[in-house]
């Protein structure tokens, strides 16, 4: 029986060139220096950064610069540490991505949830609104929103130099919102539908039911609420004046001129650590949560 082509599976390279010795190793060939020379451009700068921290102030001043550290001085990243306060840097820091976190899983699963199923009177229009709002560039609305943290209306309250600060205006992502609704799109009405026989109320049905299935779109939510928060810059310094209250961003910057380049650059690749955890922790998740949602049915 002749064999049927397979083409769900038609790549660039049809399965007679690869059966040939000389199409497999060309294949082959060509996948491994693309796989290298991705890897070497994703991977170098974080090693240029270990690197540098393990250098002395001399050697990584040195022109031209050396690849490998000479004579490698751990004691740099203790140094760091205590130098420049790390431990209650990344403190802060953590403090703020974790609540932000929380605040995002809860009135961002919400939001998507009410425009996914619910969908309220002019759901959609205040759905196109919010995503305007992703076209809008952050300096923009910098100041507005400063000036709304400083003297929150009807209250009058100053959220500065507080978590409020980072909490309450990371939950304005327009992003997640969507990203969570395209998902609770893909669900399939006739559970929900089965949840409301069983006597279960939109809040039952999202606790017990929507949540449980969305765990790989709530894995995504998280990394981008965490690595948001840990990487910015432009917001924290402008509500965090207290040193106090600083996150690892500004407390670098603040102390650079007063530490030596290698110091500096170990204080960097320690604060580099929670995130790629984070991210090492998390990643199965990343592609599976953006692309469960892509396609409804």
Do not use: C
Not at 234 to 249: E, G, I, K, Y
């Amino acid at each position: 029986m002749a064999r049927t082509p397979d083409t769900a599976t038609r790549t660039l390279v049809s399965p007679a060139q690869l059966a040939r010795p000389l199409g497999r190793t060309a294949y082959w060939g060509v996948f491994w220096i693309l796989a290298v020379l991705f890897a070497l451009v994703f991977l170098f700068p974080l090693y240029w950064m270990v690197s540098g921290g393990l250098k002395s102030p001399q050697e990584i001043i040195r022109t031209p610069p050396t690849l490998v550290p000479a004579a490698p001085a751990p004691h740099n990243f203790l140094a760091a540490w205590h130098d420049a306060d790390l431990g209650r840097l990344i403190g802060n820091t953590a403090l703020y991505a974790l609540g932000a976190l929380g605040f995002q899983l809860v009135f961002d699963v919400g939001a998507a949830y009410a425009f996914s199923k619910l969908r309220p009177v002019f759901g959609n229009v205040v759905l196109f609104a919010m995503l305007a709002t992703l076209m809008v560039p952050t300096a923009v609305i910098a100041l507005p929103e400063y000036l709304t943290a400083n003297d929150l209306p009807f209250l009058h309250l100053s959220l500065l130099n507080t978590p409020w600060a980072i909490w309450l205006p990371s939950v304005t992502n327009a992003f997640n919102i969507f990203l969570l609704k395209r998902f609770f799109d893909s669900i399939p009405a006739d559970l929900l539908a089965a949840a409301a026989i069983d006597g279960a109320g939109p809040l039952r049905t999202l606790w017990s039911v929507v949540l449980p299935i969305s765990r790989p779109i709530l894995g995504v939510v998280s990394i981008f609420a965490v690595v948001g928060v840990w990487k910015d810059f432009l917001w924290p310094l402008l509500v965090l004046t207290d040193t106090s209250a600083q996150t690892v961003n500004i407390g670098l910057r603040q102390l650079s001129s007063g530490l030596p380049q290698n110091v500096l650059i170990a204080a960097l690749a320690i604060a580099s650590v929670p995130t790629i955890v984070f991210f090492l922790i998390f990643q199965r998740n990343i592609m599976s949560g953006l692309t469960a949602g892509a396609t409804k049915g």
